[in-house]
Every structure is written in structure tokens, then in C-alpha cells.
């Protein structure tokens, strides 16, 4: 009897720890969505503080024509380019393929659509991505490591 009652209290505590770990999976995922939606927020609001805000100190990514990109790099960059009067640019939120949460990192698989406009032409552009996010000592999610790359160059940005 001892035995059947130990054994169902083992079996009830696996449950309720993999039920509470996928509670705060789902969690983590909204979290990053929640994130990278206030990103593109920032992006549009032309918001650098809020922008390299997504970003963590030790940030290290590979785009084209960057192999080996920091966060300095990243926000210095992106501080530029939002500072310019002659360009408007305009992301729509991504499209969030897969979100992965394992512990204290993520990795999402994204598709992020950008619009650019200079002197009345416009041009679209998709980005292909795969983040990996790590959870902040402050408990936020932000981008630690990160690869994209376009299947065509915006002829605006060239």
C-alpha cells in the first residue's frame, strides 16, 4: 500500500514539474514575442535606446558584409541609419516560425519584412534569421547571438 501511494506521489509531482516547466515555456515564448514586437516598435519610432535595448552587452552576430558583428557595432550602425532624414524604413512585426525554449536560452527561427523608401521609390525586402536569446540576470529575454541574411539585397540600401 505504502508502495502504490509513493508511487503515485511520484508520478503526480512528474506531472505537476512538467506541467509548471511548459506553463513557463509558453510564458518565455510570449515574453520574446512580446520583445521582438516592441523591437520593431522602437525600430519604426526611430527609438536607437529602444532598439539596441533587444540587444545583450556581449551580443555577437553574422549578417552579410558583417562576419563578426558586437553589440557596439550593431547599435552604432543602427543609430546611423535610424538618424538619416533621406530614408524611411518600416518593419512589419516578424513572422515567428519555431520558438525553442530550453532553460534560460531560446532560439527562434523568424522571417522579418522590411520596407524602404527614398525619394518616392520603395522597395521590400525579406530577412531570414535564426536568434538565440539568453535570459538577462533582470530576467529579460534579450538577443545574444544571431545570424540573418536576405535572399535579395534592397536596391534602396546598397
Request: contains cysteine; aromatic residues 6%.
Amino acid at each position: 500500500m505504502f508502495g502504490r501511494c509513493l508511487t503515485a506521489l511520484v508520478s503526480l509531482a512528474l506531472i505537476a514539474s512538467a506541467t509548471a516547466a511548459h506553463a513557463d515555456s509558453a510564458a518565455d515564448e510570449a515574453a520574446i514575442v512580446k520583445r521582438l514586437q516592441r523591437w520593431t516598435a522602437d525600430f519604426n519610432a526611430k527609438d536607437p535606446a529602444g532598439v539596441c535595448d533587444l540587444f545583450a552587452p556581449d551580443l555577437v552576430y553574422s549578417i552579410p558584409e558583417v562576419v563578426r558583428g558586437t553589440h557596439e557595432t550593431m547599435c552604432t550602425n543602427l543609430t546611423k541609419m535610424l538618424a538619416r532624414p533621406d530614408i524611411q524604413l518600416h518593419y512589419k512585426n516578424p513572422d515567428i516560425h519555431e520558438i525553442l525554449v530550453l532553460g534560460d536560452v531560446a532560439v527562434v527561427r523568424l522571417t522579418w519584412t522590411l520596407t524602404t523608401q527614398v525619394k518616392g521609390a520603395k522597395d521590400t525586402t525579406t530577412e531570414e534569421g535564426m536568434d538565440i536569446f539568453r535570459r538577462q540576470p533582470d530576467g529579460k529575454w534579450s538577443i545574444a547571438r544571431f545570424i540573418a541574411f536576405t535572399t535579395r539585397a534592397n536596391k534602396l540600401l546598397q
